[in-house]
């Protein structure tokens, strides 16, 4: 488990210095047209493919949540992204936000070629998305190394792999905020 974390970080390093690309295969064998979540979920499987997925707010999308993304897609076939509704994230981050709404944040993400699908919840945790798409990897930003998630228990439950992958320093919607203000 410990070389595998290791080399996780490794290649996660070698990525963001610029030393490799994403070749969009999947994209070919998935077709052009928009799919939903559960779509390419399906569509993985169904070709024997591993399926990435990440969650998060996603507000004021910035360097540190493309990084996090292009190294997530880098891990499998497909990357699914779970993004928190606007309520969700209120409920989360206060009553200020999201600055950017769910639509915008949606559409943002979607743009991305390390995208492939995204899907929005209403919960305060991912972990019923999980449930449904059920990735053979979850990904979050090194901010949660260490910490038990609230969807733990559904990832041990489908056998799903936790990838903490590091996040770039200085690079959060926070400090953007502070920063702006």
């Known amino acids: 488990v410990e070389a595998v974390t290791v080399g996780v970080g490794e290649a996660s390093r070698f990525v963001e210095r610029g030393g490799a690309a994403t070749v969009r295969t999947q994209e070919q064998r998935l077709g052009d047209r928009p799919r939903t ?3 390419v979920a399906r569509l993985t499987r169904a070709q024997g493919g591993r399926l990435i997925a990440t969650g998060g707010c996603f507000d004021l999308l910035h360097a540190g949540h493309v990084s996090l993304l292009r190294r997530a897609r880098a891990l499998g076939d497909a990357l699914v992204v779970c993004v928190n509704s606007d ?3 209120r409920r989360l981050k206060g009553p200020a936000r999201p600055i ?3 639509r915008d944040r949606v559409e943002v993400l979607r743009a991305l070629s390390c995208v492939d699908a995204v899907l929005v919840f209403e919960e305060d945790t991912p972990a019923e998305s999980i449930e449904l798409l059920r990735p053979d990897v979850w990904v979050k930003g090194g901010d949660y190394e260490g910490e038990i998630l609230p969807e733990s228990r559904v990832l041990e439950r489908i056998g799903a792999e936790f ?3 590091s996040t ?3 690079r959060s919607t926070t400090n953007l ?3 702006i203000q």
Do not use: F
């Open 37 to 39: 979540a559960l779509e």
């Open 87 to 89: 309520d969700s994230v």
């Open 100 to 102: 950017v709404d769910a």
């Open 163 to 165: 990838v903490a992958l």
């Open 168 to 170: 770039l320093p200085g």
């Open 177 to 179: 905020i502070r920063e």
